[in-house]
């Protein structure tokens, strides 16, 4: 098909290749796997041309949001790149003084996600790759099968950029995010079944309906907004990669393409990052990518989730063995965390850091102690510990604490309490 481009970015994409087989397709194809077989396709790039152009522009010129790198990102189109995603990406990356002393860590660092725009988590990133493929192609509706972040930020973006939305959640759903999706515009659809379940069914609709889907059939496209994580930490800590990343895994993407950011800034010359580790975070009640790397056999064996961390459960990861790849070529390792840790992670965090995460971020806390007590984080090694969604978007889930009795507004009853809470150290950060 033929694409017509107002004005081109600074994109250096040159074409769709397959993971596997390496089959390569123009890059305007609309094809999201490949036709020889059958498995999903990734953007290539000129990175020459790429060193070239980043050399060109000072960082002081960049854009402050998620196109900062737009030379390794694969949107060709500058109305596309205007209309979405100008206000996600540079999250802080944040030194966990007080968090690293109680895990050990003295250089943990904390890219927080939390803060993404427009709709608090990573996945803004992908969905803004997803939402600007969907406009160079001239489309008004876009779908997404989520459980959670991917449909809050696709109701978020589509709605600026003025598209129909309709999100596809598994039974399971977190009510508070399915709410804020009707409260953005969407169409919300409860499916009665897993994740694994309604993606099976939804790849079937997109193929029925014609209905782009941002997780399906522009995946090739969505999943390169995961790269710029990578690209940020490594900026952020002026050009020096970190020892390890420790991330959270669902379907995959992002620790996946956080590998291949890291490859892609030694390709062009602005770091050195192949001594850069990365481990896999995931709940031990779905962590079929953890079970893969840690038993040594690499292959991914689909798991029925039971767990509270609802984004992370998926059982049959899309990405997953490019998940393997990534963690095992660099040398990293993986951990799983049982739900109470999860949430004692998550209370850990906000006593020390200030930071209310969801179990996603829960697991990735939960999962760099583990890694620091087996020894496979230093001490005095650089850390970036990825939080991935914020706490806010799901207070339901979190076991609820005894509510505070009520106390007569008096001095002397007042001063009682406050006697109480000093005595047992209720008011500590860490109690």
Sequence with gaps: MSLAVDQPTRSCATELVCHDCGLRLPLLDTTFKCLGCGQGLDIDYDYELAKTRLAELPTAERAINIWRFEELLPIIDSRAQSRVGINSGRTPLIHADRLG??????KLYLKDDSTQ???LSYKDRVVSMAVARLLELGKEEIGCVSTGNVGTAVSSLAAKAGVSAYVFYPSNLERGKARACRALGAAVIQLDGNYDQANRACRELALASGVQFANITLRPFYAEGAKTVAYEVVEKLDWRSPDHFVIPAAGGTLSSR???GLGELEKVG???TAATKIHAAQPQGCGPIATAIL???GEIEPQTPHTVAHSLAIGAPGDGALVVDAVM???????TATDTEIFEAIDLLGATEGILTEPAGGTTIA???KLANEGKLGPDDTVVAVISGNGYKTLDEHPDKPWPEMVACEVEAMEKVLTGFRREGAASPLH
Aim: aromatic letters at 0%.
């Design 101 to 106: 002393a109680e895990l050990g860590l003295r």
């Design 117 to 119: 725009r427009p709709s």
């Design 258 to 260: 956080v590998h291949k």
């Design 270 to 272: 602005l770091a050195e």
């Design 295 to 297: 038993d040594g056999s």
């Design 329 to 335: 070529s660099r040398g990293g390792s993986a951990a």
């Design 367 to 369: 999962c760099t102690a």
